[in-house]
């Protein structure tokens, strides 16, 4: 499967911090699809993505709590599969 290399933002609010999903913009992916990014060759996750309007086309927005745990440091790129 072809990947996507995107950038790594910030989640755009509280509510969906708490989801556990990772945030895309609309024009990206649907709401509900399941993605695996990839911060480097060892590191690969799987997330349910959601929509915001205001994550810029070409990011991906992940929690607080999320960037450490995929081993994210700002600014990065991911690829999203």
Not at 24 to 35: A, L, Y
Not at 37 to 58: A, C, E, I, M
């Amino acid at each position: 499967m072809a990947g996507r290399s995107m950038q790594a933002a910030r989640c755009p609010t509280d509510e969906l911090s708490l989801t556990n999903c990772a945030v895309v913009n609309e024009k990206d992916f649907q709401s509900g699809q399941h993605v695996i990014v990839r911060t480097s060759p060892n590191h690969r996750y799987t997330f349910t993505l959601k929509t915001h309007p205001s994550v810029v086309p070409g990011s991906i927005a992940f929690s607080l709590p999320q960037s450490p745990y995929i081993h994210l440091t700002k600014p990065n790129s991911v690829l999203a599969q």
